[in-house]
């Protein structure tokens, strides 16, 4: 299957290391999420997919080629400076912009009217940019990054400031886009919609992406937390040296393990607790994007912390 790939990706700006070895790959199908603190250079990874900034080092391909000029143009792009013509009439701009990637005029009027039409725009195609509110200009913006039917799709923060009902019709396309075979890669600090819409994630910290992979996974190589509604953790949680009591409430523990020795260790504790009592309920306790984001992003990046895992 093809894939969009960024492998080891350098960028520095002046004495500012904006990318350090940033590796990352968006298979065709797929939604990649990519997440990470403001100024961590998520826009900066995305231009240089782009073509409108060129790395230090480093290589984006597509489907095991350097990305050149041929399939830049077959690229849909949603920068975050946004970049419309504010004075432009609504069609006239994505006619425009479908011409210039080499639509013929009837197709680049039908595939304006088109996205008008999936994306609620339609009855402002008459309209200057600058007279959309905020939410509309952006719905612009995607049918300006589709217009031209991308074979790849890279989005700089495609939600932000949308309300409700244009997240769900952003969310609706991205998915009819990667069941089309379109790769999607895209940022947003809206955690919550990247675990709902995202087949894989990365999350990026200072220049390098410290986590990678399906969002399961990623969960997995946490450390295991489990909760236990029985006897309280405190009479039994010595009995199993690897797990520390996280917090208590009533007849419900929560107890943690730490790194490798997780794995084993689930039946262990449940023994441990049963010897002491009645267990009504026991389950692992699976970390969310969000306590998985906060969990990365306050522990200090090092070498060793980089980790790529395979969805
Ligand atoms: N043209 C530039 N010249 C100098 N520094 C830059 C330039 N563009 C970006 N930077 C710096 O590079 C770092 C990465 O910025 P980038 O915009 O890629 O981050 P980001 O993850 O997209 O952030 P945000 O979530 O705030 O959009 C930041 O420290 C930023 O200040």
Not at 4 to 23: F, I, M, N, P, V
Not at 44 to 65: Q, Y
Request: with cysteine.
């Amino acid at each position: 299957m093809p894939a969009l790939t960024l492998e080891s990706l350098d960028k520095s700006y002046g004495d500012l290391r904006a990318l350090r070895e940033l590796s990352m790959e968006v298979p065709a199908g797929e939604i990649v999420g990519f997440v990470g603190s403001n100024g961590a250079g998520k826009s900066t990874a995305m231009r240089i997919v782009l073509g409108v900034l060129e790395a230090d080092s480093g290589e984006v391909r597509w489907d095991g080629r350097p990305v050149d000029l041929a399939v830049r143009q077959r690229i849909g792009y949603m920068p975050e400076e946004r970049g419309l013509y504010p004075r432009m009439k609504v069609s006239d701009q994505l006619v425009y912009l479908a011409r210039l990637h080499g639509l013929s005029p009837s197709s680049a009027k039908a595939a304006m009217e088109h996205w008008t039409e999936v994306l609620g725009i339609a009855e402002r195609r008459g309209d200057e940019i600058l007279k959309l509110s905020l939410g509309n200009q952006q719905r612009v913006q995607l049918a300006a990054a589709l217009v031209h039917s991308p074979e790849i799709l890279v989005l700089d923060e495609p939600f932000s400031g949308l309300d409700p009902v244009a997240v769900d019709v952003m969310s609706g396309v991205l998915r009819e886009q990667a069941a089309a075979g379109v790769p999607v890669l895209f940022s947003s600090h809206q955690l919550e919609l990247v675990e709902s819409l995202c087949d894989r994630v990365g999350i990026i910290k200072s220049g390098s992406m410290v986590k990678f992979g399906g969002i399961e996974e990623l969960r997995r190589t946490e450390d295991r937390r489990w909760v236990v509604d029985g006897p309280p953790a405190s009479t039994w949680i010595s009995t199993v040296p690897s797990a520390h009591l996280v917090s208590s409430q009533g007849t419900r523990s929560v107890v943690e393990v730490r790194g490798q020795a997780a794995d084993a260790v689930d039946q262990e504790i449940l023994r441990a607790a049963m010897a002491a009592g009645p267990v009504h309920e026991f389950g692992l306790l699976r970390p969310s994007l969000t306590e998985l984001y906060r969990h990365v992003v306050t522990t200090d990046a090092t070498a060793t912390d980089r980790e790529t895992v395979s969805a």
